[in-house]
């Protein structure tokens, strides 16, 4: 029989052999796959936990919240706080940042996330996640403020999301290519069940809310339309759709099977630069793409390569499948 790997001896290996995880960033990362298992719990519980429907409160985007993107803001910042490994926290529910408090011991690292993403379809039962991005603390820097978080992508020393959908399974990198857990829910546990995940260079299938088409910009336009001539047109092939509107589903499914995902800068609001949040949406997401070998880009360069300004701030974001992101980014 095939030995079991759990995530807990995965990391302790990672950590042993390759000393890429250092012993504070090895509790974090269980902590927040604990955290990740308690959300899922509530997720599947659904209308007989009472999770579902409106918060009726809003976040500092002024996007309405749900029930349960509180319950996972709060269950992550409860899981994380009092370990010592963080010095703080932000997320896409919370205006300013999460300083751990002094009653606890301050750790080296920041943790950012998006607790439930996809929030639209929580109700209606459809797979949403947990993005989550880890940063070192600036080195001689006493105490944390928002500044701190300011850090491209490229500096990431962790980054992972967790989808939950018919399985609940944690995707994780920390800079040695990706790899994917399942959760076992009768022991309780996330069990490795593929290594070294690789993204297809090529694809026929992409991701795009269409109907924004008449908003977005030219090269998006050009993209899709030769994607939509199919085997007449100047892709002499067919190409597939697909539209989950969680973030998390539709780049879980790039990972297992390539294609490419885009929510591109459009004219609804142009003087957003995307709807996507960088730090804890495409910045994690752009590295575990790029780790898995495929691309990921706002039209003109490397989300990675990002310089932010605002913990905030939004981004266009092109991902997947290497030849075709690049196609992309060529047209722009
Ligand atoms: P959220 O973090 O508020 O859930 O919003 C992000 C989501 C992404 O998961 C998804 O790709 C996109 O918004 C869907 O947008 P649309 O409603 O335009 O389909
Ligand atoms: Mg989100």
Not at 66 to 79: G, P, R, S, T, W
Not at 114 to 120: N, R
Not at 201 to 228: G, Q
Request: charged share 25%; hydrophobic share 40%.
């Amino acid at each position: 029989m095939a030995k079991r790997i759990s995530l807990t001896r995965y990391l302790v290996e990672q950590q042993r052999v390759d000393g890429l995880i250092p012993g504070q960033l090895r509790l974090l990362l269980e902590v927040v796959a604990r955290a990740c298992k308690s959300i899922s719990h509530a997720v599947n519980k659904g209308a007989l936990g009472g999770v579902l429907g409106s918060a009726e409160s809003e976040n500092v985007q002024g996007e309405v919240q749900k029930k349960l993107d509180i319950i996972a803001n709060e269950v992550l910042i409860e899981a994380n706080e009092w370990g010592g490994h963080l010095a703080g926290m932000a997320s896409e529910e919370m205006d300013g940042i999460y300083v751990v408090p002094n009653r606890y011991p301050q750790g080296e690292y920041l943790l950012l996330f998006d607790p439930l993403d996809g929030s639209s379809n929580i109700d209606v039962n459809v797979s949403i996640g947990t993005i989550f991005s880890v940063l070192k603390m600036p080195e001689d820097d006493r105490g944390v403020d928002a500044g701190d978080f300011l850090q491209k992508g490229s500096q990431q020393v962790a980054a992972g999301y967790c989808v939950y959908g018919p399985q609940t399974t944690l995707v994780l990198t920390v800079g040695d290519g990706v790899a994917m857990f399942t959760l076992d829910r009768e022991q309780g546990s996330f069990v490795l069940t593929q290594e070294k995940v690789r993204i297809p260079a090529d694809t026929k299938e992409f991701a795009i809310n269409m109907s924004n088409m008449r908003h977005w910009d030219e090269p998006v336009k050009r993209y899709i339309d030769e994607c939509l001539q199919g085997k007449e047109g100047p892709r002499g092939k067919d190409f597939n759709m697909r539209w989950i509107a969680s973030m998390v589903a539709d780049v879980h499914r790039i990972m297992t099977r390539g294609g490419i995902f885009m929510y591109p800068w459009d004219k609804r609001e142009p003087n957003k630069p995307g709807k996507l949040r960088l730090m804890y949406e495409a910045n994690p997401m752009a590295w575990l793409v790029e780790q898995a070998g495929g691309a990921a880009t706002n039209g003109k360069q490397r989300i990675l390569d990002i310089e932010p300004t605002q913990l905030h701030e939004r981004v266009s974001v092109i991902l997947g499948s290497k030849n075709e992101v690049e196609r992309v980014t060529s047209y722009h």
